[in-house]
């Protein structure tokens, strides 16, 4: 059977790709058949004929394009992932600039204002407990048994037990009376005026050694109001006696807090798979991205013919036989396809945030060494 191979020109017309992921863009149309010429020229035609088909170069071409976004657009989410994730799987990001901002650090900081009891996602609930004249200790998990919460579900974050606070019995010490108050107002010579004008600005540190004292006072010479709770169970003290009231406190569910998954988080960007780049937009690609293109579709179809011609190692002719090449083939597309992908990758790597703010900071150092050679004007005035 005679198989049609390239004749030596072609015509693209939608459709002939496997994918047609560019096949209406008119610069891609016009394209294809200028790299299928420029392919089977690079593999020996008119000299040599090209057991391949134009189909076969379309084909080529529309995978190394495809495979230049993939590189370009990569490299585009290990560079940002961290500034993309959370953000909405509906909008497309290829011609988008990239923002750096501190999304990530402040869902990190909510897990600690979480603990804290001043930000996060977790609800801090709040309970009564029953206190017990006589009674010092308390089950938290059978609270929660009887209030229809899984045993050992709660973690008590807050308890309210505690004596008045000390500055109910602080000395005001903008008040002008008092014994030791009054005999410094006379020593100012203030001592005739209205003790409702009269008054001494003492500085913080003096208040607050004062409640200092207030608090280790109660705690030394009274009956301290505190409380220990080991693995939910509770201890308070002084011991309750006569008519207590209940105990207020604030607990958060250890089931809510262990939910890994960011709460109305669906539609967002949670990993790289899902990250909205799209292929390329051929008509948008630069020079430079096109001549990787064109030498990359030219191994695919080296590699191509390879395997075609791999099919007979000789043919015969009359009287002989040839060998064809489909080793050195497929060996030089293989090697050329790697140095191909290695230095757009190279050339990625060089153009990012990091390497491109490491060579701004060189620059500026060098350029600053160079205004040091300068000779300095002498000024005479």
């Known amino acids: ?54 189909v076969n170069f379309y084909a080529a071409f529309e995978e190394a394009i495809t495979t230049y976004g993939n590189e370009v657009y990569a490299n585009q989410i290990y560079q940002n992932y961290l500034d993309i994730e959370g953000s909405s799987t509906g909008s497309n990001l290829n011609q988008g600039v990239i923002q750096p901002n501190f999304s990530h650090i402040v869902r990190v900081s909510q897990q600690y204002a979480e603990e804290a009891g001043t930000g996060g996602n977790v609800e801090w609930r709040r309970g009564l407990l029953p ?8 089950d938290m998990n059978q609270w929660a048994i009887d209030n229809g919460i899984a045993s050992g579900d709660i973690e008590i974050k807050r308890i309210f037990h505690e ?46 050694q004062r409640i200092q004292q207030i608090e280790l006072n109660d705690q030394i010479r009274k009956s301290n109001y505190s409380f220990e709770i080991t693995n939910n169970k509770l201890r308070i003290f002084p011991m309750p006696n006569g008519s207590v009231p209940n ?23 949670s990993n790289v798979s ?58 030089a597309a293989t090697a050329e396809k790697n140095a191909l992908i290695e230095r757009l990758r190279a050339y990625l790597e060089s153009t990012s945030r990091d390497k491109l703010m490491e060579r701004k900071s060189n620059e500026a150092d060098y350029r600053m060494k160079e205004l040091n050679m300068v000779a300095y004007p002498i000024y005479i005035g």
């Not at 602080?170 to 008040?175: N, V």
């Not at 008092?178 to 913080?204: C, E, H, K, Q, R």
């Not at 105990?247 to 960007?269: A, C, D, H, M, W």
């Open 1 to 54: 059977m005679n198989i049609p191979i390239y004749p030596g020109s072609s015509s693209f017309f939608p459709g002939q790709t496997p994918f047609g992921f560019y096949d209406n863009e008119a610069q891609f149309q016009t394209d294809a058949d200028k790299v299928a010429l420029f392919c089977a020229r690079r593999l020996g035609y008119p000299i040599m004929e090209v057991e391949l088909q134009d």
């Open 131 to 138: 206190l017990t004249s006589s009674v010092q200790d308390y």
């Open 163 to 208: 004596a008045p606070p000390s500055i109910v019995k602080f000395f005001d010490p903008y008040a002008g009376t008092g014994t030791g108050m009054i005999n410094m107002l006379d020593s100012f010579g203030w001592g005739n005026y209205s003790p409702a004008i009269n008054f001494v600005l003492m500085p913080l540190n003096f208040d607050l």
């Open 274 to 331: 899902n990250a909205p780049y799209a292929n390329p937009t051929y008509t948008r690609i630069n020079s430079v991205g096109r001549q990787w293109i064109f030498e990359y579709t030219l191994a695919l179809c080296k590699e191509m013919l390879g395997y075609i011609r791999g099919k007979y190692s000789t043919v015969p002719i009359p009287g002989s036989e040839v060998t064809l090449n489909q080793a050195e083939l497929t060996s």
């Open 247 to 269: 105990l207020l406190f604030q607990y958060i569910l250890k089931s809510e807090r262990n939910v890994p998954i960011v709460p109305n988080s669906t539609g967002q960007i």
